[in-house]
């Protein structure tokens, strides 16, 4: 069994090692099948623990790997219903921010997307997605997850500010997994439209902890005025996931290095005890990796529409098209949108994003930031508020 999900039988190699690597993967059965940019997908029957355990180093092939939407499925970490709901926000004009969103898609809902964000989302058709429902009529995958990120990321930039969404649909809807090539085509697609913002709300392990080819790769060839936020991941754990994890070699310790795409590691922060005093959420992923924590306990945003999902005879309140969920994806989402907004004033995305991580809290006017006790002593990570997450329930 291992600690990283992976596409059976597949593996990748870059096109410079294609050639040295060719008759060793062949003695375990891998063939080239088909090329990715700069990589090569080798497919086989072989298990692929098992022939990168027997390859001799350095380690050239790695797993084409699967990520995730860790607990965010139907059932677990659960989205529940809300009284609370906000009007759409109508574009008056031209749009100065584009931000670039990889998740499940939009859900369509007698054709449009949900009144929120419909305004406001780009996508093509492939970038749609249909809720797959169990036997009782609700939600059996992670549909409308893409649809929820969409709108919590809207709602962080305050009229008259405007900023836009646009969708790449490419996690799977009844799995949450998304795999390390569709991913990686993904940013090149949002490279080529110009988006210098990023939003990737899922997460996974990788093999022998090393950032995944594909997507790593993808990273490299973006400007380096890009800025990447990525979700921490929900499994309580220390341990790194990517592609949060990524990190581009800095001329000092601690710095960002200005010549590569900013990726910034998102946990979740709890204020629902202290709105002081937040912490790090029971759920979220930690460890000095991460770059900052933000709101992710019951964060409130679009869902799917009203009287959907169904609710048990005698349950209140319906569901009214919006919902609070918990998620290192929904902080992640916060911290993009208020990226987005100091953007929408003028800012790249660098420099709003440095500004966004240093700013006081907007209710106490003073820094607050999580502490977080680890193995190498208590540290203070930067902590960013939602946008009317205070109070929803």
């Known amino acids: 069994m291992t600690r990283y999900r992976h596409r059976a039988g597949e593996l990748l190699v870059h096109a410079d090692d294609s050639a040295a690597i060719h008759a060793e993967l062949a ?11 700069a990589l090569r997908r080798f497919t086989g029957t072989r298990p ?29 970490l659960r989205p529940r219903p809300t009284l609370q709901e906000l009007d759409p926000v109508p574009l008056s004009g031209d749009i100065p921010v584009t931000v670039g969103v990889i998740d499940t898609g939009v859900v369509l809902h007698q054709g449009r997307p949900h009144p929120y964000i419909a305004e406001r989302v780009l996508f093509e058709q492939e ?5 797959t429902r169990a036997e009782d009529g609700n939600p059996a995958g992670t549909a409308a997850h893409g649809t929820f990120v969409a709108g919590v990321l809207l709602k962080q ?20 997994e998304a795999e390390d090539l569709a991913v990686a085509a993904a940013i090149d697609e949002l490279r080529e439209e110009g988006i210098t913002l990023i939003n ?7 093999w022998e902890d090393e950032p995944p080819k594909a997507i790593e790769a993808a990273l490299r060839r973006l400007p380096r005025e890009t800025v990447v936020v990525a979700s921490a991941g929900n499994l309580a754990s220390r341990r790194r996931v990517y592609p949060a994890a990524i990190r581009f070699d800095a001329t000092e310790p601690g710095t960002v290095d200005p010549n590569h795409a900013w990726v910034i590691a998102v946990g979740s922060a709890d204020v629902t005890q202290d709105q002081s005093k ?35 005879p005698g349950e209140v309140p319906p569901y009214n098209g919006w919902a609070v969920w918990s998620g290192t ?21 660098r420099a709003a994003a440095e500004f966004v991580l240093q700013r006081p809290d907007p209710v106490t006017g003073q820094p607050l930031p999580v502490i977080v006790h680890d193995v190498n002593g208590d540290a203070g990570v930067p902590y960013l508020r939602g946008v009317f997450e205070q109070g929803v329930g």
């Open 48 to 76: 692929v623990p098992e022939v990168l355990a027997a390859l001799p180093g350095p380690h050239r092939a790695a797993p084409n790997h699967l990520f995730g939407l860790d607990r965010i499925i139907w059932g677990d």
């Open 127 to 131: 970038d749609t997605v249909r809720v």
């Open 329 to 349: 994806s929904f902080s992640a989402a916060i911290v993009s949108g208020q990226i987005a907004a100091v953007m929408a004033q003028g800012a790249d995305a």
């Open 157 to 176: 930039v305050d009229a008259p500010l405007e900023v836009r969404v646009r969708m790449k649909g490419v996690v799977d809807r009844d799995s949450g």
């Open 200 to 206: 990737l709300s899922f997460s996974g392990a990788t």
């Open 278 to 312: 937040p912490v790090v959420a029971d759920f979220s992923n930690y460890g000095p990796w991460i770059s900052a924590y933000a709101d992710g306990v019951d964060v409130f945003g679009p869902y799917l529409w009203p009287g959907y999902p169904l609710q048990p």
């Open 27 to 37: 003695g375990f059965g891998y063939h080239p099948a088909g090329a990715a940019g």
